[in-house]
């Protein structure tokens, strides 16, 4: 099944069935039913307009539900994974206070009390149980809204996605959480292979035990939907019977995973309908909606989803996951579908799936635009429209369809999609709701892209594409930066290179294709596929007239990074090691470099091939004046060192060169170590500064190509 396309676009599905319900329920979330009915009434579609709010955000249901499942390729794809490990992964790609939880406090928040556990030694299991943390605080809700992966990659064995999300939940959770966990694993993994609601029920209710107040709710509320049509009147015997009332704590579990299942058997297998109910119902709305989503999504298909409203239109595919991994953040459900789909597939031990050679944007899957949108500026405003359609594709099946309407001579259609925060209004917004938009940019200069473009055979004349790139200027106005262009003759294919040339200013936040013609004209641009590749070629530094962007393009594992200080960078951290990070994991074999000044500080200095708070090379200055290259990967190991009697207040420059399993390094210029890494773990990753325990400072960090 791993190798069917059925297989993928039923996890696409699953992916847009999640994304569709949180977006859907986040903007009231918390909210009564009494609340929901009075201001909004029954919830038939996105509400966020009314209610003044982003439609793509940050959220634990979705960031929460893709990072954790990447304790699977980080662990060698091993059937075996274990709770511990799960918990390490928390740790890595977790930054305190600032990334995918809601950070509530100990015993206020299930998921936060579980990662202070963690931090402070407690592995799981015992980090999340009810021994160490309580029984209303181990049952709430968060084993449930992070399951959707573990079930995913288990199509058809409901057995492994039960024991995955227990192993998965139990980092955080206990008890009932657990169940309610196992049970919507276990639907959602059978849902791949069984369409009947009541037959993927009982599978779920097989794994728990059937005693727990979980099995005993599912039944009793399928007793009452049996007896009784009208979902309102389901709900309140729900309410009064499991309600919040009932269960303690901020988001208990059992009313949740209930309202689940009454939505799920009101809905009448209707995507839409089944939303409607699970988010007028209220409580956690967007964790729910998320479940519920999903499992429909996976069910019935991309065909369950767009039968009814545009629910696809809006998202256009669109996510954000925002970690210490900070070049996955600005992401899109095409990628992330493959990503789960290579995941299972390295569990069964075949090869991932790359379509069109590995491009980022391939457009593959039926409806994806992969987050590209028309660009409603002055002079392209209403100039095209965009379709994902079957053929104007020489690499694959489908490809991206720019419309142009009626453009205009010195009029262009523009389309784009994201590299990095889109706006600055978008990332001071994520300041204020707790979860924070921390995000890399994706594409940086010294890299090249490259594209694939088509005329449609029936243009009435020939049109001109190009590529472009917005960047972040002076004081972070956006700026359009121009690359190759050709003109296409109807029915002509013309694949692009651009290798993008040293850019003073940035970020760049966004890619994409501007179409333009001598004459009035109607027609059609395929493309076909866009991506990058190479290793970047750049120096960040406190850029003149600088806004606040260059340094959001930061991701800040540290306690204190104030760009108002003397130096560029100037870093403060605590307690532990703290890490400032940008890249992607796509950077393999580079040389990253920085004149340090450690001030007083326990160690300091820089990293390569960064995936996380706790996985990377680093060359630091250690302690009792030692040079040391370590690597982390669930610890500290110190793979060499040499006594150079560095001194605090004093400037060194440190080079590190990554390629393959070669690691080298040099302080002022004298080469301390040349180290074969031969387990290959750490395979690409971003570039860190590395601070422990006090402070340090640099102007400038470079990065290039080896050799350069």
């Excluded at 009314?50 to 954790?68: M, R």
């Excluded at 130096?567 to 403060?572: C, G, H, Q, T, Y």
């Excluded at 960064?610 to 690597?631: E, F, P, T």
Aim: proline share 5%.
């Amino acid at each position: 099944m791993l190798s069917t396309n059925d297989y993928v676009e039923k996890v696409y599905a699953g992916v847009l069935g999640k994304l569709i319900g949180v977006y859907l329920g986040r903007p009231f979330e918390g909210w009564s039913y009494a609340q929901i009915t009075k201001r909004l009434g029954e919830i038939n579609y996105y509400v966020h307009e009314q209610l003044g709010v982003p439609l793509i955000v940050t959220d634990d249901d979705i960031s929460g539900t893709f990072i954790f499942l990447r304790a699977l390729p980080d662990y060698g794809h091993s059937t075996a994974l274990t709770p511990a490990q799960i918990g390490q992964t928390w740790l890595n790609y977790l930054i305190e206070e600032r990334t995918v939880l809601w950070w509530g406090g100990l015993g206020n928040s299930t998921e936060h009390t579980a990662y202070l556990r963690l931090k402070n030694g407690i592995q799981a299991p015992e980090s999340g149980s009810m021994a160490v943390n309580s029984k209303v605080v181990a049952e709430q809700i968060g084993a449930q809204i992070f399951i959707d992966g573990w079930a995913m990659v288990a199509p058809g064995d409901p057995e492994l996605a039960a024991d995955l999300a227990r192993r998965a939940g139990s980092v955080s959770h206990d008890g009932e959480a657990l169940y309610g966990a196992q049970v919507l694993a276990a639907m959602e993994a059978q849902a791949f292979v069984e369409s009947d609601i009541n037959k993927l029920i009982d599978v779920g209710l097989s794994f728990i035990p059937n005693h727990s107040i979980i099995y005993q709710m599912i039944n009793e509320i399928r007793d009452w939907h049996a007896a009784e049509p009208d979902w309102r009147v389901a709900r309140q015997k729900l309410a009064a019977r499991y309600g919040y009332d009932k269960y303690g704590g901020n988001c208990h579990m059992v009313p949740n995973h209930g309202l689940i299942i009454h939505s799920l058997l009101y809905g009448d297998d209707n995507f839409q309908e089944s939303l409607k109910i699970v988010n007028t119902s209220g409580w956690d709305t967007d964790c729910n909606s998320g479940n519920l989503g999903c499992l429909l999504g996976i069910k019935n298909g991309l065909a369950g989803i767009d039968d009814g409203p545009d629910w696809r239109g809006p998202v256009a595919d669109r996510l954000y996951l925002p970690t210490a991994d900070g070049g996955r953040a600005i992401n899109d459900a095409v990628t992330v579908t493959y990503e789960v789909v290579n995941t299972a597939r390295g569990m069964a031990g075949e090869p991932p799936l790359a379509p069109k050679n590995g491009a980022r944007y391939h457009f593959e899957l039926p409806g994806s635009v992969q987050g590209f949108q028309v660009e409603n500026t002055i002079e392209s405003k209403g100039t095209a429209i965009l379709n994902n359609v079957k053929g104007g594709s020489q690499k694959g099946d489908r490809s991206l369809a720019i419309q142009c309407h009626r453009l205009a001579p010195g009029r262009k259609a523009r389309v784009a999609t994201p590299t990095f925060i889109p706006s600055k209004e978008i990332a001071a917004y994520f300041d204020k709701p707790g979860y924070s938009l921390l995000a890399s940019p994706t594409l940086y200069s010294g890299q090249v892209v490259r594209s694939g473009l088509m005329a449609g055979e029936n243009n009435e004349q020939p049109l001109t594409a190009a590529l472009f790139l917005t960047i972040y200027g002076a004081e972070d106005k956006l700026q359009i930066v121009r690359g190759p262009a050709v003109t296409l003759a109807p029915g002509a294919y013309q694949e692009l290179t651009w290798p993008l040339a040293l850019i003073e200013d940035g970020p760049i936040a966004k890619v994409g294709i501007e179409i333009s013609s001598g004459e009035a004209a109607d027609g059609v641009i395929y493309l076909d596929y866009l991506t990058w590749d190479g290793a970047p070629e750049v120096t960040f530094k406190r850029p003149d007239h600088a806004g606040e962007m260059w340094r959001r393009a930061w991701v800040n594992g540290i306690d204190l990074f104030d760009p108002q200080y003397p130096e560029a960078f100037r870093l403060v951290h605590n307690e532990g090691v703290g890490l400032l990070m940008q890249g992607t994991h796509s950077w393999t074999d580079y040389e990253v470099s920085a004149a340090i000044t450690p001030h007083m500080v326990q160690s300091s200095g820089i990293g390569a091939r960064v995936q996380g708070m706790r996985r990377y090379y680093g060359l630091l200055l250690g302690s009792d004046g030692q040079a040391q290259l370590v690597k982390a990967l669930d610890g500290i190991q110190i793979l060499a060192e040499a006594r150079i009697n560095w001194r605090l207040r004093q400037t060194y420059e440190l080079r590190l060169l990554v390629t393959g399993g070669r690691l080298q390094g040099w302080v002022d210029g004298k080469r301390l170590f040349d180290f074969e890494d031969r387990d290959r773990v750490l395979q690409g990753g971003a570039v860190a500064l590395i601070c422990e325990e006090g402070r340090m400072a640099t102007e400038q960090v470079t990065v290039k190509p080896p050799g350069r």
